[in-house]
């Protein structure tokens, strides 16, 4: 085998490819093959064992978890290299015509909760309409189209919405039983207003354009890519713009990873100056090509860390 | 049965009504005839509605997607700059090869739209496609001597730009609610007004594979990936699944070990495509080490998938064939794989082609069972063999409408157009074939 | 020597050995071919493949038995302590020692019993190759000249080729056979770790399917939420809806384009109906989705009904258009195939052509006709692309068709491909849920196997 | 031919004028004039493929359903052109009913054969009556008392002969004015014959027959009227005594006289 | 039956013994032991529907493959029992050829129909050989004349009369030893029907055949011996004489004198 073969996150996929496609235009190393099996489909096959019928690299919207580490080691790859690559900012929007929100996340929490305290008691999610939660919110029917539990957005969005608005209110903190606390902050209502739709989130942003009273949870990127058609509400008076999310200000960001199997270094061509390319300025900086395909910079500090240790190919430790 | 007999004048001999004849017969004719001309109705209703639907998907596709064969261009002037490109002076190909064509680029969009800032070169440098630095190499490489000299270059225009000069983009529109910005437009407008835009044929989405830029993107990497994985599918599935067929319809001894066989088949064709994906995984890649992402595997995988559909076909054809036939054979001393293959099979020939016709579109048009073996991928390069990487058609065209890139909506379309004649140009054959066999007894 | 170029040179042998065995049976007839018991070609079949076979069969082992023979080999030098500490290190040790042997990536420094072992691999597997391609050739041979001195004329070579023929036409029906099973298998151990930790009576009767809470090990995976009640019934009414678009319009172009329209017509609207099931379904997802959603959605409302923009409706509707060629074209082959005298005999007595095709020619094709409806049936049980993108992902229990349901496939698929641990209750629950639906349509076809099997009007 | 041999008197219920029928290329059917009378039994006879049962089949538009024929002439039906535009061919072939030369009984069971023609014209209000129908017709055709107990069984499991009388029984339980028989005793034995040469004897009091026979024998016992055919052409056709007596020409002559089916 | 009427000296080229056939539930044969005398013609006769199909099908086992069929009894072809499980029934069929009751061409041309048994059996070792054995077949079935300018037209664009005797020339172009003949003449002409009787005298020298007849002049004129069937069962046995001038069962008696086809 004398290409690269990665494997992970369909989030992380437009930017590896984009680093992959410059990478095998200018390396005169072949391109790598990369393969879109979603963040936990890609660690599985990466962690299943060395030898070139294993990946090398997977990429990950997210960081990968103990257990995962745990099979890898047992599967003979010991030494894994963690790339942090940059933030996803996932963002509440609507058709361009439609009204302007400003929320915050325990707002959102109570908009998409399957179970919301009314005068200190957990009932039934009993709002219909946005103003009824807060007068401030627009007179228009709940509607919100999101990822299906299946997808790590979803879960990104969980943590980092749900999870936190719902510790905002007192009768969810006098939840004793953490479990049950855990259910009921991310459980997401199943009455309709909260609509599963798939992972393909040009198709959430057309249905927005088709029906201007709903919102719709997804990535930045395809904000960015679709500014006409749609618009991001702000989230706690932050706006989803590239330099809020950046340095962390607009709260519904994670970050994006790529793990290196360092064992197929030095055996599988290219491995070292796919990284390089990878964390170059070129690429991964504010002003680097992926920039423009929407990947988020890390700040400029943490981005010489990153380039250090990832081309320095240093394991991880968990 | 009624009793009119005004159709008895010149025919005294007939002594008795017919039934067919009085005025309740005529009643009930004219009923049968509406209803016979009602269901004629529905029936060309059917078909008709049929094709008005892929009419309507059909045109849908050609309105966004025919925009995709073609291509925005920008000339722009290029001072060849025998500093940059060549500075020793000696034409050495290989140096010039090398050269800092990126600098080059600076240089044009600093020439043509006065960029200097770096925020500006970047952003000017987006009005080019990311392949804009080698399109200038191959140029350089191809005229060396005229290194030096200014020219005028065409150069391939950014998906942004493409979509822009295709009236995608509202330019009415305020300025952050726009992919590009007043300062890009105006370049654009200006390069418009010395008529340096023009749109050419889209070489590049015919030959090329596929690409992170949409205006880079091809579709042939993975038209071959289909030609391969379906050659594959096709070999394995049509012999396997007409003998299949055969045996069990002509041959088998009709009891339960058959019925079982026949239940199970009926039921493979109900099992999700995706666990076809996972068997494909488990025996073909985990068990004998067939590559991942290969044509191979792919076929292998779409082939069981597809078995189920073509012996179905297979045997509803061959149960149609009328015993006489069969016997009228045996009776001149045929053996019975004689009488199927000289005489049953050819008559069931319509049913089979028709199985491998819906059997092969379906495979063509799969995605899910891919997944699972290395299927959906980036793959730049067009694949080479069996063996080699690869994706299929119905694979890219998933991947494009999943990206966030406006232009890759039409070369979506395109790319559904192209997945379409392949079709076609693949059932062609079958189809002319069938309407051959095609005869009435 | 490799398997394929051993294969490549079997085949050329056949060939020759088919010649072979036409001439000496040709000779032998001395130019009056009926003192033969049969034709000469079979005289070179037969030869053929018994050169063929017995070699085939000796790649086939070759394949199967490369692996663990080598192994077996390899086992004596792994070390005690590898082995003592369980599969997975010895799995390690092996890929490594394979590794090392091809000059791929190693995992770490090899051990010298690391490279024992790749020295023997080594060895072993030139040995190996080269005894099996001996055989295997000296098997060809014999096999060559063995059916060679056989033939005299009349030496029954058709009635052996056709035995032989008939023996490998039930190896290909028994790889249906051999599918189900495997299929079986992949989803069988994942399901029963599944029902381990949800109890199947839950699983099989909950009318509550919510596995988003379950969604990482540190979550409550609340009991309850794997009722697959709701699936099955947002399956059957999608399915249902779809059937009901794509049967009546498939059967009636097909008894329109094969009794009524012109043998042009035909021609064109059979292939253009068939290209229907070629689109990517991703394209009618979006179809679905963007176009014939919004349509319903409004079509509710002016009834009244609150209809979501996600519905059953619009996905069984844009899925029936799909699969209308399933029912068209097959019916349409099988309708034809009706002899022209069933025809004549109902037109004859004053029937009109609706009720010559109702009456006569409908029941005599039923059989196909129903082949083609399951298999209608089959393609829209397995469709997910179309009900993800605009049915919804929501499994609702409910039968009204403007509200948002799921299905058993798309739930399989998106519990696959979506972002898992390896052993989440969720990834297993796909497993459990592919079974379910493996023995439930299971059923459904034994029962239409018998239904059609009654009504079933043999013509001659 | 020869028109003066009509009996005066006596209506023609079809007449077929300058009838040219061609099967593509090859022209079956030669400029053929013919009158079939009313309560008469008309035989056809003539050698193997000289085109009688193509003739038969012209007279109810059968030979429409055979791709690539075309036809020239006009048949009429007591005043109305049956090949023109406004005729329906339903009701044309509900009033002349067809028994085909190969039975061809439909894969439904003997029952279902015979009620299939009333059933679609109406001809029964009950299931009562429409059992009586079938019945008779049954008997009529001499094969009820053969099949009175397997009424509910396929028709395609009856033997040659039976079939064809399930197909003449199926034939005249439609009650249509002209019967177009084509060779209906060829699979019959002798019993069986007379039993349907008696059942025309008895529908020609009331309807118009015209029969395809191979044996002169049953033509001279049963007909009226003969009509001798010679590759494509009508030679002959007059009172069936004539024509078997006294045939005015010699192909008629050469051919009668070479009998001995 | 009456075993004594075997005249001496003849071998039986075929013998049925205690042959009891079912369809289903319902027995068709009963107990029937019949022999066919090598170079002989063996008539059988009886009403429609008595089993006469039924029973020639049985002697090339063509009775196995209709659903259902259950078959007791033995039938030998000279010395072998052709039930047994080591026979080969496409070489039985090939030496025990068939003429079904209904004529039944393949759809290809008349060339490849009878072309095929020569084909499949290797009787024909060129191309022109072939084209022989073709045109004999035809000419002695009395077909060639009418078909030779279309050899390559469809086989089932032929009339009735034309396609039986192109199953005829089919059968007899394979050769067989035994010719089973089921109502050949049924749809044939007086003319066509003396050639194939010709063509019966003439195989009869080398061959042995059994036809099944309606007409008790055919069976008188063309058959050594005959056998008459009444409901499944062989009521008399023998030769064709006695059977017709001096019957030994009422039955018989009863059915002949009924005669007048
Ligand atoms: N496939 C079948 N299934 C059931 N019964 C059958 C089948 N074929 C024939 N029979 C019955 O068996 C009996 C004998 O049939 P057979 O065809 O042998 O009669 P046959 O003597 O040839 O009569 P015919 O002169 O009318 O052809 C008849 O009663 C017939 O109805
Ligand atoms: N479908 C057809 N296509 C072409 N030629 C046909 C077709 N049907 C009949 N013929 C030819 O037309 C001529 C007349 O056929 P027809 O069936 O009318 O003969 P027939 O008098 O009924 O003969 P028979 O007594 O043998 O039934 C024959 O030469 C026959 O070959
Ligand atoms: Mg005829
Ligand atoms: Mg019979
Ligand atoms: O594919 P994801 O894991 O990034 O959702």
Redesign the pocket.
Known sequence: RDQIRIVGSSTVYPFATAVAEEFGKTSGFPTPVIESTGSGGGLKLFCAGVGTQFPDITNSSRRIKKSEVEECAKNGATEVTEVKIGFDGIVLANNINGPTMDISRAEIWQALAKQVPVDGKLVDNPYKNWNEIDPSLPNEAIEVLGPPPTSGTRDAFVELVMEHGCEEFDAVKAIEDKKMRGAVCKSMREDGAFIEAGENDNLIVQKLVSTPTAFGIFGYSFLEENGDKVKAATVEGVAPEYDAISSGEYPVSRSMYFYVKNAHVGTVPGIKEYVTEFTSEDAFSPVGYLAQRGLIALPDAARAEVAKTAQSLTPMKM | MTDSTMDQTNAPAIRRESPHAGAAAAARLKARRRSERRFKAYGLGAVLLAITMLVVLLSTLAGQGLGAFTQTQVAVEVNLDPALLDPEGNRDLRVIGDANYTGLMTNIVRDNFGATQRRDILKSLGVFSRDARFELRDFVLENPELIGTTQTIWLTASGDIDMLDKGWIDRDLPEDQRRVDDRVLGWYDALDAKDAVDRAFNVRFFTGADSRSPELAGIWGATVGSALTLFICFILSFPIGVTTAIYLEEFAPKNRWTDLIEVNINNLAAVPSIVFGLLGLAVFIGFFGMPRSAPVVGGFTLALMTLPTIIIATRAALKAVPPSIRQAAQGLGASPVQVVFHHVLPLAMPGVLTGTILGMAQALGETAPLLMIGMVAFIADTPGGFSSPATVLPVQIFLWADSPERAFVEKTAAAILVLLSFLILMNAIAIVLRRRFERRW | MTVSSFVLIVLILSAIAFFLGRRRSMSLAGGKMSTLHSRPGYYGWYVALWCGLPAILMALAWIVLRTPLINGAVSDVIPPDVVAAGSGPVNLFMADAYNLATGNIVSREPTPAVQEAASIILGLTRTVNLAFAGIGMALALAGLTFAYRRITPDFRSRNRVERILRILLIIASTLSIFTTIGIVLSVLFESIRFFQRIPIFDFLFGLHWSPQIAIRADQVAAEGSFGIIPLFAGTLLITFIALLVAIPIGLLAAIYMSEYAGRRTRAVAKPLLEILAGIPTVVYGFFAALTVAPLVRGFGESLGIDAASESALAAGLVMGIMIIPFVSSLTDDVINAVPQTMRDGSLGLGATTSETIKLVILPAALPGIAAACLLAFSRAIGETMIVVMAAGLAANLTANPFEAVTTVTVQIVTLLVGDQEFDSAKTLAAFALGLVLFVMTLALNVVALHIVRKYRQAYD | MNSSSIPSGAVPKMTARKLNLF??E?Q?LFDVDLDIFANSVTALI?P????????LRCLNRMNDT?AGVRIDGKVKLETTDIYDRSVDVVQLRARVGMVF?KPNPFPKTIYENVAYGPRIHGLADSRAELDDIVERSLKRAGLFEEVKNRLQEGGTGLSGGQQQRLCIARAIAVDPEVILMDEPCSALDPIATARIEELIDELRENYTIAI?T?SMQQAARVSQRTAF?HL?QLVEYGDTEQVFTNPRETRTQDYITGRFG
Request: aromatic share 16%; hydrophobic share 25%; proline share 0%.
């Open positions: 099967y593509g090859k079956a003539g193997s493929g000289c085109g009688k049962s193509t003739f055979i030369q395809v191979h055919f494509g």
